[in-house]
């Protein structure tokens, strides 16, 4: 495991080896920069799909009455949640044992970023509420799925003494 502190001071003589533990630690904190990066970019499908933008605009009176696309909305994310149950644990120990986590990672985001650039075809009509309803539940179950590689990668670029630091700086 890599660990975020600086190497050691190299004894006298030892510039070549000085010089490959600088670049290791730098690595590292690349690494541990790369993996934050993830965390920050992904807020946004939270801000954006799930919270803020995308749900008050298909639970809203353009789609019908925004009871009955409130309960709509809420019946989505219900099965979504259902699907993350049933299949996170199986992905998760998918990539695990195949020491695939950074593909998984990188397809799940690119299905996550698919069904967030799709949203911008759901019209203000009741005819696409499912549509909508459907890329958001796609979106998300992709996004759970996204994070569990994501999180599982936190034991590969920290220590046990460094992963608080690493994963609070996520």
Do not use: C
Request: hydrophobic letters at 55%; zero cysteines; aromatic letters at 12%.
């Amino acid at each position: 495991m890599a660990s975020l502190e600086p190497p050691a001071a190299a004894p006298a003589g030892a510039g070549a080896a000085a010089s490959v533990s600088s670049l290791d630690a730098r690595t590292r904190r690349g690494r541990v920069f790369a993996w934050a990066l993830w965390d920050w970019g992904s807020a946004a499908f939270n801000a954006v799909a799930t919270t803020f933008v995308f749900t008050v605009y298909v639970t809203g009176s353009s789609f019908g009455d925004k009871t009955a696309n409130s309960a709509a909305l809420s019946w989505a994310l219900a099965i979504a949640g259902i699907v993350v149950l049933l299949i996170a644990p199986v992905t998760g120990q998918r990539s695990d044992a195949s020491a695939h986590r950074k593909r998984w990672l990188a397809i799940n985001t690119a299905v996550v970023v698919l069904t967030l650039a799709l949203m911008f075809f759901v019209h203000p009509s009741p005819a696409y509420l499912w549509f909508g309803l459907a890329l958001l539940a796609i979106g998300t179950v992709f996004f759970e799925l996204a994070s569990v590689n994501y999180n599982a990668m936190l034991a590969q670029i920290s220590t046990p003494r460094t992963v608080g630091k690493v994963s609070g700086f996520g």
